[in-house]
């Protein structure tokens, strides 16, 4: 694998369910990155973890949970969605101090019914 | 604080015309620049940056863009375009001072008629 990888790429999930996103980055970088991409909306900025730390919240609702095990996974927890939760989830990495060009995954594109 | 704009929305061209998507920022220092590619259900693909140095800046595809700091501008270009180039392209500026922040424009629609 290279890059940034991002499963599962299609999710579908109840209002009731508990689901995970995960992403996974192969550059050897030390800072990782949520973004929530829906229709016709810029950007919007969720998470970063730099070495392992969070470092910032975009005053994002508790039932999204980050999680950063270590430099080259994160994770998003997902429980008690909202249909206005359904985007496009981007996780995206870049090395802290050097370059600052962020390289993105795939994405996520889930649907909460 | 600092801000991107990409004032069209949407922009059409033909196949083998020219291309330049416009991208305004303001940032309170040298910034970095970037502008990414989105097809459709993809990530975001990096397609060039400037920092410092020579103001037009090469990228990928065919594509560049000419860093202009009197009018905080940052356009990007390609002398013709093809088919495959029909994407959303966002511009970028970044990052703050102690985080590693971008941020990103609202993105400008690329359609390619034949």
């Known amino acids: 694998e290279t890059g940034v990888t991002q499963t599962p790429r299609h999710l579908v999930m109840g209002m009731t369910n508990k689901k995970s996103l995960k992403c996974e980055q192969h550059?050897?970088?030390?800072?990782m990155y949520w973004y929530k991409q829906s229709a016709k909306k810029p950007l919007e900025l969720m998470f970063v973890?730099?070495?392992?730390?969070?470092?910032e919240n975009n005053s994002v609702p508790s039932r999204f949970s980050p999680e950063c095990p270590n430099s080259s996974h994160l994770f998003l927890h997902l429980h008690t969605l909202q249909p206005e939760d359904s985007a496009l989830y981007l996780c995206?990495?870049?090395?802290?101090?050097?370059?600052?060009?962020?390289?993105f995954g795939p994405g996520t594109r889930l649907t909460v019914t | 604080a600092q801000s991107v704009t990409q004032p069209d929305i949407h922009i059409t061209v033909s196949e083998g015309a020219s291309l330049e998507l416009r991208c305004n920022y303001s940032?309170?220092?040298?910034?970095?620049l970037f502008w990414y590619v989105q097809s459709p259900g993809q990530g975001l693909q990096l397609l060039l940056k400037?920092?410092?140095?020579?103001?037009l800046v090469q990228g990928i595809k065919g594509f560049e863009a000419e860093f202009k700091r009197s009018q905080s501008s940052f356009n990007l270009r390609k002398p013709s375009v093809h088919w495959s180039d029909a994407a959303e392209y966002f511009c970028?500026?970044?990052?703050?001072?102690?985080?590693?922040?971008?941020?990103f424009g609202t993105g400008t629609r690329l359609t390619i008629i034949p």
């Open positions: 940032y309170g220092a040298t910034p970095y």
């Open positions: 400037y920092f410092s140095g020579d103001t």
């Open positions: 995206a990495s870049s090395q802290p101090l050097q370059g600052r060009e962020q390289y």
């Open positions: 550059l050897g970088h030390n800072a």
């Open positions: 970028a500026v970044g990052p703050l001072a102690g985080n590693e922040k971008l941020t």
């Open positions: 973890y730099n070495f392992k730390e969070q470092t």
